[in-house]
């Protein structure tokens, strides 16, 4: 598989879109059944002004990383996990489920066309975003007639570079990002653009993020902006369970299963605000920062800071496990780590 590319400077990769060579393209009318797609060059795409996906928010996202391990093969985690989540999400929304050989046979195929933009080893990742919209045109607010699953990818640089920084986090007060019964489980469009304006009056004050209570009592922590909440008091880990309210996310679910591994108790219950406070550790979870350690958080009045300001030892030693598996240079005991076998490519043809 192809080397990383001379035509970029690593060492300067940050967290902003760059276009790659290629794009993964799949098309289905309601009520029939998904079939392979293609890779197509990279570029803009064509779409009615009247789709579904434009006018009622009929879509759905995941996120992922293809990553280079030190001997410089290329590697995925958990992609039937993102699999079985976008399904879920496409049942939620009205659109048909992407059938999980399909999705990570698609996913390996559009890493392996965009190879040379993973990272070296260490310096970032291939960032990849499947999307399944509702494209065909439709006037009133029902499922649209055809839908579209895409794949793009794009480099990014290491999240924390020189190591993991503690973040600062405001709880609100005012928003909420999720309602019981709505689309807060699923990773809909629809969920991220009203976290925008509280996320920037938040970064105005100061804070890395902000920090969601429970829309019906107010008490309870639900996400970390667009990330998992956990909390870690006398060895026990804490997690907000799933409620409906809150994504399942795929680290989340890693973390747990890591954390049993080691012998942690881990309760998955209402995590509320005030408890939290009183945590000896605390950090959120997702794909592009994998853990980031919470050193201060505030709500209303009352400010608390963690371990100093500092990493939590549990935290330090979760992220280090979990890095370690993604990038196998510790023993993989779940078989998350997927390979991208060479022969992918020949299975799709190339537009
Ligand atoms: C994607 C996402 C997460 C994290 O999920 P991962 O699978 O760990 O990346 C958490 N919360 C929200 C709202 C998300 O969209």
């Known amino acids: 598989m192809a080397a990383p590319t001379t035509e970029i400077d690593w060492d300067k990769l ?9 794009m993964y393209v799949a098309e289905v009318e309601l009520g029939n059944d998904w079939e392979q797609g293609q890779l197509v060059p990279y570029g803009d795409i064509s ?27 290329i590697v995925l985690f958990r992609t039937p996990s993102n699999a079985a989540r976008m399904a879920a999400g496409a049942d939620r929304l009205g659109m048909p489920p992407v059938p999980e050989s399909l999705f990570v046979d698609a996913v390996k195929a559009a890493v392996s066309a965009n190879a040379r933009f993973v990272p070296p080893s260490g310096k970032g990742a291939l960032y990849i975003r499947p999307c399944l919209w509702g494209s065909g045109a439709i006037l009133g607010v029902a499922p649209a007639p055809k839908f579209t699953f895409m794949i793009y990818c794009c480099p990014v640089g290491p999240y924390f570079k020189g190591g993991m920084t503690p973040i600062s986090l405001l709880v609100s007060e005012q928003f909420h990002r999720a309602a019981p019964g709505g689309q807060g489980g699923v990773k809909a469009i629809g969920n991220y653009a009203p976290g925008m304006v509280p996320s920037q009056e938040a970064k105005k004050q100061g804070f890395a993020e902000i920090i969601y209570l429970d829309a019906r009592e107010k008490k309870y922590i639900e996400e970390v902006g667009a990330a998992n909440f956990f909390c870690v008091k006398d060895g026990v880990v804490y997690t907000p369970e799933l409620v409906g309210t809150i994504l399942p996310g795929i ?7 890591l954390a049993r591994d080691m012998g942690h108790e881990v309760r998955e219950e209402r995590v509320d ?3 939290a406070l009183t945590a000896d550790e605390a950090f959120c979870t997702g794909t592009a920062a994998v853990i980031s350690p919470i050193g201060r958080l505030q709500h209303g009045s009352e400010a608390v800071e963690f371990c100093g300001g500092k990493v939590g030892e549990v935290t330090q030693k979760f992220y280090d496990t979990l ?6 240079s ?16 020949q299975r799709h043809s190339k537009l």
């Open 47 to 73: 779409i009615s002004p009247a789709a579904g996906v434009l006018n009622y928010g009929q879509g759905i996202f995941e996120g992922m990383k293809a990553q280079r391990t030190s001997d410089g093969e």
């Open 273 to 275: 605000i005030a408890f």
């Open 14 to 22: 940050g967290f902003s879109f760059m276009p790659t060579d290629f």
């Open 323 to 328: 890095i370690g598996i993604q990038l196998c």
């Open 251 to 257: 680290t989340r679910a890693t973390v747990i299963q």
């Open 330 to 345: 510790i023993p993989d005991p779940h078989g998350w780590v997927l390979h991208i076998e060479p022969e992918v490519l």
